[in-house]
């Protein structure tokens, strides 16, 4: 994992310090939760555990980041997700959370970063 910054070179590149902070912090959180990968892609970053993607860093705003997990239930008695929307034609609702601090990730966030992460 050490070296995924290397990877995200590019992608990260240019980014407010603060929105950067967040970032490394929202990674360091999931690596708590089980070993992560991060898969850079055109217009978001995934996030995987060793067999698939369990959330997307869909934006690095000003002072923000968002992240989707994408979930096969919808978790609406929640404090943390903004939207939940399901996919059309699937068994599948992502899960929208924006984190401007980073106490944002609190323990209900990483009890959804275990569900994703095992799921």
Do not use: W
Not at 4 to 19: A, V
């Amino acid at each position: 994992m050490e070296n995924y910054y290397n990877d995200l070179g590019s992608f990260l590149n240019g980014k407010p310090e603060y929105t950067l902070a967040l970032f490394h912090h929202f990674v360091n959180e999931f690596q708590k939760v089980g070993p992560v990968t991060l898969h850079p892609a055109k217009t978001m970053i995934g996030v995987a555990n060793s067999h698939k993607r369990i959330a997307y860093i869909t934006q690095l705003g000003k002072n923000f980041v968002h992240v989707v997990f994408p979930l096969r239930e919808r978790y609406d008695d929640n404090f943390c997700f903004q939207k939940i929307a399901q996919v059309p034609g699937d068994m599948q609702f992502n899960h929208h959370f924006r984190m401007l601090h980073t106490d944002d990730v609190n323990e209900e966030v990483r009890d959804f970063m275990r569900l994703a992460y095992n799921s």
